[in-house]
């Protein structure tokens, strides 16, 4: 167990739904990032959140959405799903949100699966 | 437009033999480097960094080699253990800015 929890492992939907992934960070850790992994794909990464706010944007498309509350929880939103929105999708975490720590602990992912 | 990449999408090695894991990056200006692994139905764990002011780092089987002027560095596993059977991610870092992963090398190691 490495400390960061997504929910859920699994999410099967139709296209055009919305779905909501969900991640815990590891005790302590301000930062949040989220990271797509499709087939033949390495991570991209998707968004990244420091202690509520908004810290850096990756390729993410304006059909998704993230936040961070202040419980440190995370939540990405993503909507009007297409068939390439199938991916492994990744949640990290780190203690701060600059160069101070270079190390992520990734949660095991949600597999999103749209047909 | 890919800045990190890993040009093997597999490798096999016999158990006991060294594996080596190269990766090549375009951007001269990241200054860190990672190595991650991943096992089926988890996340990536961290194996090993370098800093860019470094040319080597090593950590009991596990060797990281920097070569900054060919914007190239490998991960040497000696000697590879059927455990070690992964998928490897190299990492590069620039500033502050988030972590940029390749699409990883797939080791098998084969008893």
């Known amino acids: 167990d490495s400390g960061v929890t997504q929910t859920p492992k699994h999410l099967i939907t139709a296209t055009g739904q919305r779905v909501t992934l969900r991640c815990s960070p590891r005790?302590?850790?301000?930062?949040v990032y989220w990271y797509q992994q499709s087939l033949d794909q390495g991570l991209q990464f998707l968004i990244q959140?420091?202690?509520?706010?908004?810290?850096a944007k990756g390729n993410i498309l304006e059909r998704f959405s993230a936040q961070q509350f202040p419980d440190l929880h995370s939540e990405l939103n993503l909507s009007s799903l297409e068939l390439g929105d199938s991916a492994l999708y990744f949640c990290?975490?780190?203690?701060?949100?600059?160069?101070?720590?270079?190390?992520?602990?990734f949660g095991s992912g949600t597999r999103l699966t749209v047909v | 437009d890919q800045q990190v990449k890993q040009n093997s999408p597999s490798l096999s090695v016999q158990e006991g033999r060294i594996s080596i894991l190269n990766c090549d990056y375009t951007n001269s200006m990241f200054d860190y480097f990672l190595w991650y692994k991943k096992y089926p139905a988890e996340g990536p764990t961290f194996l090993i960094s370098?800093?860019?002011?470094?040319d080597k780092n090593e950590d009991g089987r596990f060797t990281v080699f920097l070569n900054k002027s060919a914007k190239h560095l490998s991960l040497h596993i000696v000697p590879s253990q059927p455990g070690d059977s992964a998928v490897y991610f190299c990492?590069?870092?620039?500033?502050?800015?988030?972590?940029?992963f390749g699409k990883g090398t797939r080791l098998s190691v084969i008893a």
């Open positions: 990492a590069a870092i620039l500033l502050n800015t988030p972590l940029v």
């Open positions: 959140y420091y202690n509520g706010e908004e810290r």
């Open positions: 005790s302590g850790d301000l930062s």
């Open positions: 370098i800093s860019s002011i470094k």
């Open positions: 990290a975490s780190s203690v701060g949100g600059s160069r101070q720590n270079y190390g992520y602990t």
